[in-house]
């Protein structure tokens, strides 16, 4: 696990664009975080200053003692799960998870061991010799989970992962994602656009509106004023999703579990 501390942190883009105005946050260890707000923010910005992707242009970001600002984001031990899924299309899905492996070197065994645990997890090992285009969003996805999890990281960042997905799976996703911070104590910040998700999933929710924060407090305090706030003039109900109510359960993790791995 590990603690993020964010002190004043500001991104100013070419043209004197703020994306982010001097944003301050503590995370504790273990902490599941969800970020909410409209599109544009600044809520992936903010992600990946945290994880290097983007560089900070004034204030301090800390994993744990370390400031990190200019740290390389492969030091940082961190992981992050894109919207996108990043999942190169010319290998299998085994390769895919195994790849952040492979480029540090670790042993074939190793590999192997690593990604098959994680497959059992998450339901994945029947579709380990297949290409990324052979499955469906909700996989991917799971895959893109796998392969964060496989770097063994103190903090997991997870940007939109619900964003192409039906709500039946979305909610599905999220919950895994829950589950498997809570059997790893991994501190986590996940970035969904849907309001009720991030409610039923977080522990604490951050609001942000044109890159500032108006809410930071427990799901239960997002009242409709306190929406309103975050979303502007736009339709916060637009951002629930309904989804039927004899909804398909995803697996919890028990292998995990019964490995007394807690």
Known sequence: MATITLDT???????????????????ADGEFIVLVGPSGCGKSTLLRMIAGLEAITSGEAKIGDRVVNNVDPADRDIAMVFQNYALYPHMSIFDNMGFSLKLRKRPKSEIEEKVLEAAEILNLKPY???APGQLSGGQRQRVGICRALIQQPELL???????????????QIMRLIRELCEERRLSAIINIHDVLLAQ???ERIVGLQLGEIVYDGPPDGLTPDVLTQIYGEEDWEATIEKVDE?????????????????
């Open 9 to 27: 942190i500001r991104k100013i883009y070419a043209g004197n664009v703020e994306a982010v105005k001097g944003v301050s946050i503590d995370i």
């Open 157 to 171: 960042l997870v940007d939109e992962p619900t964003a192409s997905l039906d709500p039946k799976t979305s909610r």
């Open 200 to 202: 039923m999933f977080a």
């Open 128 to 130: 380990l010799e297949r």
């Open 246 to 262: 004899d909804e398909e359960e995803v697996p919890d993790a028990a292998p995990n579990r019964a490995a007394g791995n807690d």
